[in-house]
T-cell receptor, first 113, second 112 residues
Framework: SQQGEEDPQALSIQEGENATMNCSYK?????LQWYRQNSGRGLVHLIL?????REKHSGRLRVTLDTSKKSSSLLITASRAADTASYFC?????????????FGQGTRLTINP | EAQVTQNPRYLITVTGKKLTVTCSQN?????MSWYRQDPGLGLRQIYY???????DKGDVPEGYKVSRKEKRNFPLILESPSPNQTSLYFC???????????FGPGTRLLVL
């Protein structure tokens, strides 16, 4: 089945630097979403980008989508310690007639003070 | 406050003892689903519901049951829990289908 795969699996940077995470998927999509998960807690929706959009911004977040390469990136600018979390991409897919949301494995981001 | 609540948050039980994890949302969402999260396997969908009385299997439904008698509630039932169901469980809801999902805080289950 379709799967979003994040890259890298883990990323450690200094506070104030920018963090970039990538997501690749296998089949065509209607939208792609990014979520954040603080350790052991529920996922929090960050941003949704539709297949006809190429870039979207929300505060310090910038998401790009390249449907020809079946990939997306999440950029967090001017990182803060509070950004330490795991980040997941999720893609919608129609599997056996049912619409599903498929999550990747996630990127674990650590912001060092 | 708009939210998804789950209870209990932590549960230790023994093999074979039936249990129910409740999920409730106060946003009048039509779509609700259950996921389990395991190290190295990510989030996998167990069951989902498009609306009241409409439920369907996700990717890993074996050993689980659900019901959707009311719009706000979507309980997850483990009739005979086994150790391989030890996991972190999340309930989620959305206005419609696989648009923006609102997640509950999670239920950490240990089956001995």
């Amino acid at each position: 089945s379709q799967q979003g795969e994040e890259d890298p699996q883990a990323l450690s940077i200094q506070e104030g630097e920018n963090a970039t995470m990538n997501c690749s998927y296998k089949t065509s999509i209607n939208n792609l979403q990014w979520y954040r998960q603080n350790s052991g807690r529920g996922l929090v929706h960050l941003i949704l980008i539709r297949s006809n959009e190429r870039e979207k911004h929300s505060g310090r977040l910038r998401v790009t989508l390249d449907t020809s390469k079946k990939s997306s990136s999440l950029l967090i600018t001017a990182s803060r310690a509070a950004d330490t979390a795991s980040y997941f991409c999720a893609t919608d897919a129609t599997i056996q007639g049912a619409q599903k949301l498929v999550f990747g494995q996630g990127t674990r981001l650590t912001i060092n003070p | 406050e708009a939210q998804v609540t789950q209870n209990p948050r932590y549960l230790i039980t023994v093999t074979g003892k039936k249990l129910t994890v409740t999920c409730s949302q106060n946003m009048n969402h039509e779509y609700m689903s259950w996921y389990r999260q395991d190290p190295g396997l990510g989030l996998r969908q167990i069951y989902y519901s498009m609306n009241v009385e409409v439920t369907d299997k996700g990717d890993v439904p074996e050993g689980y049951k659900v019901s959707r008698k009311e719009k706000r509630n979507f309980p997850l039932i483990l009739e005979s829990p086994s150790p391989n169901q030890t996991s972190l469980y999340f309930c989620a809801s959305s206005f419609q289908g696989v648009e923006t999902q609102y997640f509950g805080p999670g239920t950490r289950l240990l089956v001995l």
